[in-house]
């Protein structure tokens, strides 16, 4: 039998937090060999524990053998400490008629608090996923409040993006996902994110032979940007399931390999591709061994510049204005 892995959630008695605990506990995210020490953290007031709690008997009701135990806290201290993996869900999502930039000045302390949290007991290769938006800037923020851990594992989810990037193409080529290799969504978790299909294959041939150039920029590109709001439309609610369904593919494929495949992630540049170095920017990764390495020396044309250039300019001005927030911290 393997050794439990402490994992904290965040925002557990979310909406997200619904769908994701359970996967979790399913073994859907670090395999169904692995047993889990449960971490559940929620704000600290009446409703938001009570809420946690009632999740935390459905968890029960469910025994997963997988499930070695299961604590809910709201002192961050505790639910942090020797973590090794953290998923930071809780934060406040957006309404219809917000830019998840403009989440910025409300979520930003949860961020700070957390790292510093974490930089005090989390275990120091701890892997962190910050599903809270904007989340490059709140995975930016942690890891500047958390100098004493490895700074290459503050990451940020943009597989919803990659997946959502999948579905469309799927469709559009008349294939199925599982044909559609080396495709990658660089940027920001934002308007400006860049769904790139410029070496994406369907079953081993360029996927820009199968489409129109005018469907991939008219359509595909905005459609997948625009993708979180037509559900806020749609449902009343931001995506919830889906996003747990991203949270789970990200940490699997971080932990136990990508089999060769991309796998999109928001990480902390190197530098590579102009990017400067430092900003939490969403990239096509290969990984293995617990790790993850950026693909390299992808001859880059204008058309992917372009979006590369807006999308640093974008999270360039998210992180002037928390520099400040860190900066009074
Ligand atoms: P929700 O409002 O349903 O749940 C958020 C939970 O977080 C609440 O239960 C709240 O009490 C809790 N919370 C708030 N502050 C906290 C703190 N300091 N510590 C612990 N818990 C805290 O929201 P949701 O639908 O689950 O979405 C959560 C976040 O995920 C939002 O910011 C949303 O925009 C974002 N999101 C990101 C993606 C992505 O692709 N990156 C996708 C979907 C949603
Ligand atoms: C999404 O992409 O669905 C999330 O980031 C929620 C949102 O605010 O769009």
Request: charged fraction near 20%.
């Amino acid at each position: 039998m393997k050794k439990p892995v402490k994992v904290v959630v965040t925002g557990a008695a979310g909406q997200i937090g619904y769908s994701l605990l359970f996967r979790i506990g399913a073994g859907d995210m670090l395999g169904t060999d692995q047993p889990i020490d449960l971490m559940m953290l929620e704000r600290n007031n009446e409703q938001s524990l009570k809420n946690s709690r009632g999740v935390q008997m459905e968890l029960d009701d469910c025994a997963f053998p997988l499930l070695n135990s299961i604590t809910a806290t709201s002192d961050p201290y505790v639910c942090f400490k020797d973590a090794e993996i953290a998923l930071l869900v809780g934060s406040r999502p957006r309404t219809a008629d917000m830019q998840r930039a403009d989440l910025l000045a409300a979520n930003a302390q949860i961020f700070v608090e957390q790292g510093k949290a974490m930089n005090e007991v989390a275990d120091r290769n701890i892997k962190v996923l910050v599903v809270g938006n904007p989340c490059n800037t709140n995975a930016y923020i942690a890891r500047r409040c958390s100098p004493d851990l490895n700074p290459r594992n503050f990451t940020a989810m943009m597989r919803l993006d990659e997946n959502r990037t999948l579905t469309q193409v799927a469709q559009k080529a008349n294939s199925t996902v599982a044909q559609i290799s080396k495709l990658a969504v660089w940027g920001n978790h934002g308007g400006t994110m860049f769904p790139d299909l410029t070496n994406a294959t369907v079953a081993g041939k360029p996927a820009l032979d199968l489409i129109t150039e005018d469907w991939y920029v008219n359509e595909l590109i905005p459609t997948v940007a625009k993708r979180g709001s037509a559900i806020i439309q749609a449902r009343g609610h931001s995506s919830a399931a889906s996003a747990a369904n991203a949270a789970i593919d990200h940490i699997h494929d971080w932990v136990l390999g990508s089999n060769g495949e991309w796998a999109t992630m928001a990480v902390p540049s190197d530098g590579s591709y102009g990017i400067p170095e430092g900003l939490t920017f969403g990239m096509p990764v290969i990984c293995k061994n617990g790790d993850y390495e950026i693909v390299k020396d992808l001859e880059l044309n204008q058309f992917q510049k372009d979006h590369i250039a807006a999308n640093i300019r974008a999270l360039e001005e998210e992180r002037a204005i928390v520099d400040e927030i860190i900066a009074k911290a």
